[in-house]
Every structure is written in C-alpha cells, then in structure tokens.
C-alpha cells in the first residue's frame, strides 16, 4: 500500500510516475492491473459537461456611503443577497429578467474573463448602512472575492436520455427527438471521475482538484448524492448515484473551461471543468481506475414515458461510437459531454502534477495556496474556444454531415441538405444552418 505523503514527495523531487486515465487503461489492457500498480502513483481523470448546480459567491467593495446590499441584479440576472451586507450567490441557471438565453452562468463566465457586467442594487437602508440605491459597472477587479460553490457536481454516472413519445422533448439532455429519433449522453466515460473511484476510496472531502482551469477543493459530498445504486459487475454504480460540491477561487480560472450555455426551451447551465488526481494507493484502486468504456455502463431511460422508465442498459464503448439499438431499431446517439476537453484536462493535470506544481491534498496547502502556487492553465493547448466538440449535434444529422472523428466533429458541406434539423440543438447556439449556408468556418474543426 502506497502512502499520499510518499507520492507527494517524489511530485517535490519531480520523480511522481503521472499518466492519464486513457493512458492507464491502456497499460494495463498490456501489462496488467499488478504491473500498472507498481509503476504508476497517480493517474488524472476530468469531465467537462452541464453542471447546472453550480454558482458563484461575490463579494463587493463597500460604496461610499456604505449599502446594505438587499436587492442584486447582475446584468439584470438576480443574485441572491441574504448574505450580510456585501455578499451574494449567483445561482447558474438564473435567467436575467429581459433575455431567456441569457444568465448567472453568462455572468460567472463575464467575471472570469474580467469583462464588465451591470451592477444594479436596492436598500431599505439602515442607520449604518444608508445608501438605499446603486447601479455601476463592474468587472472582477472590483469585487474583493469571486468563487464558484458548486453543491453539485460530477455526477457519478448518468442516465441515457431518449423519447417514445410522439413529440420532440426539450430537457436538460438536450433536443430529444419523437419516437426513438435520438438518444442522448453525458460522460467522459473512462475518464470520468466518479468512474474511476467508484467507491469514493481516494476522492475524499478537501480533495484538491484542478476547477475551472484553476484548483478547487471537494467541499463536502454534493446534493442529491447517494451510494446505493445497483452496480455492474466491475463495482459501477448505473445509476446516477454519488455526487460532489466543489468550491475554488473564479478569479484563477479561465473561460475556456467555465463556459455558459443555453438548452433550448430548458434554460440555461454552465459548462464546467473539473479534473481529480486518483493516488494508485493499492491493487484495488488501481482496478478500479483500469475501468474501460468496454466495462462501464449506464441505464437508458424513456423521457417520453412519465417517471421516465429504465429501458434498457449499455456500456460507454458502444455509446461513444454513437449508435445504440432499442428493439431492433438503430438510434443516433450523441454526449453532451466534451470528452476532448476532458482529455485536455486529464494531460494538463498530469503535466502539472510531473512539474511539481500541483501536489496532491494534504495539510501542508495554506489559504495562500492558489496566489503562489500553480498555473495551470496552458491558453496555448486551446486551439478552440468556441466548439468544444462535445458531439451533441451529430446525433441530429442523419445525411452524414455532421460527424464525429478522434473526438473532433467534422462537416462535410456537401452531404448536407440544410433540413435545419441540427439548428437549435448547440449549448453555445453555434449551429449552424445559417452559418453553414455563409461558407463559413465556425467550428474548431475542419469544414471539408
Ligand atoms: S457545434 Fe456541435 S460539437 Fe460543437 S459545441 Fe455545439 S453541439 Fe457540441
Ligand atoms: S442542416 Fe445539414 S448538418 Fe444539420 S442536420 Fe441537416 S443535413 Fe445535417
């Protein structure tokens, strides 16, 4: 049995055996569970997906008067200001009082690239505090502390959505079409965190992570977590199960993995980034952590039926080759998930981790950690900040227009037939009838 203590030590001397979960389930397809245990000490894993349980805490600079700040709007998005005299909450999903597509992740996301955001606030006023109106501009310089307290994230395994149902549904799993048109997905799969440590044995709280492009901590378990889902034969939980809240300073992360988006018809999310270093402390964690897209699997459920019935179950492997089979019918499948950026995140933690910037948790970090400790954001590796071809869309597309190789989403122009089909389907309203119909190039990847 390996020792955290032991591993962070050789992270000091640059010495720390690092691989990333793709990296690690392929050694040990090779060499074995026993070898890959001896031979690595830690391996990354990251999702990046909708975590619409997310949100930001602020903290403002007192006016002059001073306010007792009651009544908040940010960018006309109210944030909840119960909190003392100069603290709020921006919940994500907060839609802002003009516009339906737009809200608290939209303003997290303005924060974090330091842009400017309306501030509008109101007062009864008090004998201390008697300033009873404010509204100015402001950008992250002007708050004293900015971080995200997310009570839910990473769920751990989640249900494939599709829909029986005569009429097109829209859900948080994205545009489900009527009778079985699509199914849709959201997993980084064998590199998932909650995946890859199913029992919790290494991801504990005041776990530090790498949040948003910065470093966070595990706070607490999230909301809505529970350990007692049914498992598969290798130890997986096919039901949404365990869950995390994660908090970490906004003002270290960057908007290329903290991303807004709008669901249509169901309202608006944030695109989160979260990376977890699993210490390969023993054989066991170092089984779970071989876990292949082969071997997890999830549960289908009918979002067309009320309670949403359990239809079926299948395995990451043939998900991610975007097709399933219901009664003999053959359904596109697409994920909501950008396993690129998920596999981005897995190798910037793993190249933070061997450069000895980022240890793994223990006592000796102090509340100055983040301002002198790691820059894990590499802007250079981030070719495209727009698409973060998740894939959502290919399951739309039916004419082979749109499609997914090595995790990059491909168009091939003349295949498509401007059937519109795909158009409202993009989180980040990207799609693409009337961009494709321009000639173009929106997305990251190659128009063909
Ligand atoms: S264009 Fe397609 S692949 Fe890119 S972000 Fe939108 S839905 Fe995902
Ligand atoms: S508009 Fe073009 S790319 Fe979109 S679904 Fe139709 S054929 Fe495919």
């Known amino acids: 049995m390996k020792k955290i203590g032991e591993i962070n030590r050789k992270i000091k001397k640059g010495k720390a055996r690092v691989l990333t979960a793709n990296q690690f389930v392929k050694l040990t397809e090779e060499k074995g569970i026993t070898y890959a245990y001896k031979n690595v000490d830690i391996v990354t894993t990251a999702t990046f997906a909708p975590m619409c349980s997310s949100g930001a805490v602020l903290n403002f600079r007192q006016p002059e008067p001073p306010m007792r700040m009651e009544k908040i709007y940010l960018d006309g998005v109210n944030a909840y200001g119960g909190l003392a005299a100069a603290d709020c909450y921006i919940g994500a999903t907060e839609v802002s009082n003009s516009q339906k597509t737009y809200g608290g992740a939209h303003v997290i996301e303005k924060l974090i690239k330091n842009e400017k955001i309306s501030l509008e606030v109101k007062s009864k006023g008090t004998d201390c505090y008697p300033l009873k109106e404010l509204s100015r501009h402001i950008t992250q310089d002007d708050v004293n502390d900015f971080f995200l307290f997310n009570p839910r994230n990473c769920y751990q395994n989640y249900a494939v959505a599709t829909n029986s149902s005569e009429k097109t549904l ?39 992570v790498f ?33 995390l809240a994660l908090i970490g300073n906004a003002k270290k992360m960057s908007s290329s993995f903290i991303k807004a988006a709008y669901l249509k018809n169901y309202g608006v999310t944030l695109f989160v980034g979260v990376g977890i270093p699993i210490p390969v402390l023993s054989e066991e964690i170092a089984f779970h952590a071989s876990l292949s897209n082969r071997q997890i699997t999830t549960v289908i459920k009918d979002y067309g039926k009320e309670g949403k019935p359990v239809i079926g179950e299948i395995d990451y492997e043939t998900l991610f080759k975007n097709k399933l089979t219901l009664s003999s019918k053959k359904i596109p499948a697409s994920s909501m998930s950008g396993v690129k950026m998920a596999s981005l995140i897995c190798e910037i933690l793993a190249y933070s981790i061997r450069n000895g910037s980022f240890s793994l948790s223990c006592y000796e970090d ?18 495209n900040l727009s698409c973060v071809e998740c894939g959502l869309c290919i399951g739309y597309c039916n004419k082979g227009a749109l499609v997914q190789v090595d995790n990059s989403i491909r168009f091939y122009k003349d295949k498509c037939d401007s059937c519109m089909l795909c158009d409202d389907v993009c989180p980040f309203g ?6 494709f119909d321009k000639k173009r190039v929106y997305y990251g990847s190659k128009i063909l």
């Open 430 to 435: 990207l799609l693409p009838y009337e961009v």
């Open 211 to 243: 949040l948003g492009g910065g470093t966070g901590f595990i706070a607490y378990r999230g909301t809505q977590f529970s350990s007692k889902s049914q498992v598969n034969s290798y130890g997986i939980p096919i039901f949404p199960s365990r869950t």
């Open 170 to 208: 829209y859900t948080y799993m994205g545009k489900l079409l009527p009778l079985y048109g699509n199914a849709t997905f959201s997993t980084s799969g064998q590199m998932s965190p909650l995946l890859k440590d199913p029992e919790l044995l290494t991801i504990k709280p005041g776990t530090k």
């Open 366 to 383: 102090d509340f100055e950690y983040e301002t002198n400790g790691i820059k894990l954001v590499n802007e250079s590796c981030i070719q």
